[in-house]
């Protein structure tokens, strides 16, 4: 059964340096998204992403974040300088469908740990 | 913004029994209604939904309820198993730009006791 895989599944990193984080979503899916979940907190929707822009994101998603197709088969969030507050598991997800109730397949997270 | 609250956080049943878990929402336009079933290591994964347009839903041992009005909604699970312990959440979605994004509940961590 296809799923989303995301790499690496835990991440380190100190605070103010940049970190990718990659996923690789269905391969006939048109629509991708990205959600943090802070430990204990609720998972938060980021941004979507279709036809190669962002569709909609949230107050969380601010310039120090951003989203790439590279290259068809990857999509990434960048976090340029991250914080100790950007410490938590980002899920990537995807859909097929460009309307109606897109069923969002989800990855199995990363788990970033700013120090 | 949509805010969902989700209740209870934790619950423990003894295999067999039902378990019920339930969701406020706070948005009138949200109309569609995931239930994300979330097991150690894995993402959250879909398991039933529920649309404004209907009062219930039912697929084998779970079932949703939709109180439109009052804006409730509620996952049942009935004749539980070990294999159900998980943190369930659920999520209530408007049309954003094209696709539904969910706003999740803070999650129900589900024990099952053999």
């Known amino acids: 059964e296809p799923e989303v895989t995301q790499t690496p599944s835990h991440q380190v990193t100190q605070m103010g340096q940049e970190v990718i984080l990659r996923c690789v979503p269905i391969s006939n899916h048109l629509y991708f998204y990205w959600y943090r979940q802070i430990l204990g907190q609720k998972v938060e929707f980021l941004v979507s992403f279709y036809n190669n822009e962002i569709s909609e994101k949230s107050e969380i998603f601010d310039d120090q974040f951003s989203v790439e197709r590279p290259d068809g088969s990857n999509f990434t969030l960048k976090i340029r300088s991250t914080k100790l507050e950007d410490s938590a598991m980002y899920f990537c997800?995807?859909?097929?469908?460009?309307?109606?109730?897109?069923?969002?397949?989800f990855g199995p997270g990363t788990r970033l740990t700013v120090l | 913004g949509e805010n969902v609250e989700q209740h209870p956080s934790t619950l423990s049943v003894q295999e067999g029994d039902s378990a019920v878990i339930k969701c406020t929402y706070s948005?009138?336009?949200?109309?569609?209604f995931p239930w994300y079933k979330q097991e150690l290591g894995k993402g959250p994964q879909l398991i039933i939904d529920?649309?404004?347009?209907?009062g219930e839903k039912k697929d084998q041992r779970i079932a949703v309820t939709l109180n439109k009005t009052a804006k409730h909604f509620s996952l049942h699970i009935t004749e539980t198993q070990p294999e159900d312990s998980a943190v369930y959440f659920c999520?209530?979605?408007?049309?954003?730009?094209?696709?539904?994004?969910?706003?999740f509940g803070r999650g129900t961590s589900l024990i099952v006791h053999p």
């Open positions: 997800a995807s859909s097929h469908t460009s309307g109606g109730y897109n069923e969002q397949f």
């Open positions: 948005d009138s336009a949200s109309n569609y």
């Open positions: 999520a209530a979605s408007t049309s954003r730009g094209g696709s539904y994004i969910p706003t």
């Open positions: 529920i649309r404004s347009n209907v």
